[in-house]
């Protein structure tokens, strides 16, 4: 075999997790924003996959000192930020066509309200913005939501085959960890983080106001009600695993369990993954995740 | 060498981290009990460990039903649970002298204040019981409490040797992920619960309103601030880690940084461990962490 | 805005992470099989996600019984064990058009040779077979197989731009914790085992033997050297973080480092992502990852 | 209440998790010395507690940097090189009374041979150096080493009680990840990392070669069989993770399984700890683990 029958296929490169935290502090009342940055880029790279020719090559290490450059004039909403920095990376470098930026955003609340003491609270809010030049696109999302009904979750009537031995239920509790992207319509946007909030709520009433005959059925009716409620954005993914929880049989010690005393299991887990999406929607290409 | 010069010393066994999950559906209005559960027994356990003779041992699968089967009747609040749980195995077991059982709580909060509804909260709840056959030590606690305050601390006047680079600061970020645990007087408490989040508070008041010239100063009015409020407590341990927010040198690119860009490092960290104990009070022996 | 607009995207469901320990006694000489192993099923299901009619779900109850089941009559290599649950999904189940079967298999060394015993070892085999009622296309791979050359890598005559600070360097430590994936050109193997064995040494050995002036470099000669040497690979990824080595400043102490004492960083790293590809080779599809 | 009757407790601080790597380059055939080090100091340091005078504190950021320098002159064995670092940090800073060194080395082993190419194995070796100015204890031991039977496990013979369920078994998995502490008589030992494999060896070998009626005769057997080896050793503690692998009913599948399929559960697992010391050893105080 010789070498000319193989080739460079897709590649991309960056630096990824750079840890951030902005304080604002105009005014007495500072802000926190604490982020982690992951960058990626593409475009004409073959030289350094080749030849270790690095010409074309935007260090990794240049990555990272321009989020930290660029938070010096303020972060704002994460979404505009990555914005900002997708753009720049591309619209700069010769080589680079293409830039996707990650961030994730903790969570950071006010002890007692006071101007400069946080605490930091549960749930991981997201953006992925990719930029080839042209358009860009915006994914805004949340992960580590970790949601639980203990009632109004029932799951019967499924296909069975010779290894099936489920028993089918009508009351059982419904547990999951979310993940999900929503995707943006337009990269212009004036309140990303209205928009987010807004999202993450009907997630959340989607999820406990869904009389569930299967996890399958809260998916679709918590992308759909998002979709219903926010016209800027185009699609809804949901990864959601589903979080057993067996009742114990405590029949040996002359216990009945009506419902109350369960086994929280770790692996292995359902996950149910899907898409909602508004009809003539563009693609999303390569934007996701 | 013979056998006979070497013998037995410190032992104990259990089942780590049952993960039990108690629903109360008393009336329309559900309330999640969310626990991992970890039991050691320790007693004349010499014969299985000598010869394989487990005629004394209780099976750690046993401990794992217990508590199951204990939370038929209620869980209740955690300290009152493990107590529960160590007086059962050590007064029912002949073999077993003592017990001790870990429970974490995990944090639910209901989705816009529905009945069957709940989201996951940040922080741990934690609740450690020993008891020997006569006396009980019941020390309660918190993990996983990430605080940050963006100024009112300062690090200065430290001593210097040959190794030392650090400059001096007079305003930084300080920030830390608490474990804390608390030791209770007595065996008895009307109110663990309030107890626990009367704790909570104080920490977090203390850690919010200590102008803090080292992290040692903080976590010392963390613990002072608790024992002053709350009688029945006798000794507070806590261990911080120091989770350093550097400020990023942007002066490469013409950019000033006055306290607002900072890099959150992972490792190395600082790590501060202390305990705060008000005089006169029993010693704890063995029933810490 | 009215339902009719919103439709089900992309969907896929199944039992992920179900931990099978298979032990062959054939024999005196026992053989320990470990697995981690993850079934996604896709097909016609939208009536689950629409109206909770789950006529068409299999469970993932059953998935997970069916991989136990199926264990019975032996496992074998990861690759054949994937392809049998695959084709078993989507032939016997009338609305399963696509099953997707992903394995991590941990290795396990005897102690001493001894017939029953024995010790983890380092590195996960992958597999991931997708299936779609017709054709079946197979991927192999590793993931944490961590690796570093102490010398031999370099880094210079990279693209400068304003925020540029990282310095040349003709000798620097390269690490890193190889994910890899390579995909058959055809779904039967006569020897899945040694075309695993002789791709992850020519990993190790073309990582260690490329003089490098780029992660990029190594990446590619990586790739390259898998796909010269196995004709039955049509495609190598390769997912590389760079795990930066930084040499520490002793000059404080009066100290030279000639490339001696390093601080090994966790964040921000360096990401290398990139794809070896035959050419002529079919296009992979959903199979990846 | 006032001030007065609170009062600080033990407390320590230091720098933790440290990682140096270093190189020895001396000839062509390099050596990798791969470490996570924690320091951790206690002695007179009530003034930064109780005022924030900071005088006597030695900054971590001095611990971290004094590693980092001490590794200039070479590491060597880890034991040796915990027990530097302790003895200057009493030795040299006046309030210092105590240093606690906690050193963790990875393993790596070379690509076939190659003089500086690197895979990263399996398990920790660890070293604790506790040192009061006067004496020095030392502690080695193992982390994260995972070993499985296929056979010679039992467990039957046990106390029943209403709680029990658990079917007697004569043949089981047995698996733990073993965490194994080992004390030393002395603070000088000729051949620390000839000490070091052997220790590990015996553990293994009694690990695979004691018939197992229980889990506790394994541990007392491994800790015995290094004692009895190993002269330079007073004391032996182990942590014993008992992971369960339960053996899956196929019966509903018209499956026989005799021994050969098994479920590897998660949470929760048996823990079994203990020690095993040689009678007349100087008790350990505060240097375990």
């Not at 419902?259 to 693609?283: C, H, K, N, T, W």
Request: net charge negative; with cysteine; glycine share 8%.
């Amino acid at each position: 075999m010789t070498d000319q029958d193989i080739r460079l296929g897709d590649n991309q490169y960056g630096k990824a997790e750079t840890r951030l935290v902005r304080v604002d502090r105009g005014g007495d009342r500072h802000v926190v924003t604490d982020l982690n940055v992951s960058t990626a880029l593409a475009g004409d790279l073959s030289a350094t996959h080749l030849t270790g020719d690095n010409a074309g090559v935007l260090p990794t290490d240049t990555q990272k000192n321009t989020v930290y450059a660029f938070a010096r004039d303020g972060v704002g909403e994460i979404e505009a930020f990555a914005l900002r920095l997708a753009r720049h990376f591309v619209d700069s470098t010769p080589t680079i066509h293409r830039a996707r930026v990650k961030i994730e955003q903790y969570r950071w609340e006010r002890i007692g309200d006071r101007d400069h003491s946080f605490v930091r609270g549960a749930g991981t809010r997201t953006a992925t913005v990719t930029y080839d030049g042209t358009a860009a696109t915006v994914v805004s999302g949340v992960d580590d939501l970790v949601l639980m009904n203990t009632t109004g979750s029932e799951f019967h009537g499924f296909h069975n085959d010779e290894y099936t031995t489920l028993p089918e239920t009508h009351d059982r509790i419904l547990a999951t960890a979310v993940s999900a992207r929503w995707r943006h319509g337009a990269a212009e946007n004036a309140d990303w983080t209205g928009s987010h909030h807004t999202a993450c709520r009907h997630l959340l009433d989607a999820f406990a106001d869904t009389h569930s005959l299967s996890l399958q059925q809260t998916l679709y009716a918590m992308g759909e009600q998002v979709l219903r409620h926010r016209d800027e954005l185009v699609e809804v993914r949901l990864s959601l695993p589903n979080k057993h929880h067996f009742l114990v049989d405590l029949s040996p010690f002359e216990l009945d369990n009506p419902g109350e005393v369960f086994f929280a299991a770790d692996r292995p887990y359902g996950l149910i993954e899907g898409s909602v999406v508004r009809d003539g929607a563009p693609d999303a290409g390569l934007a996701w995740w």
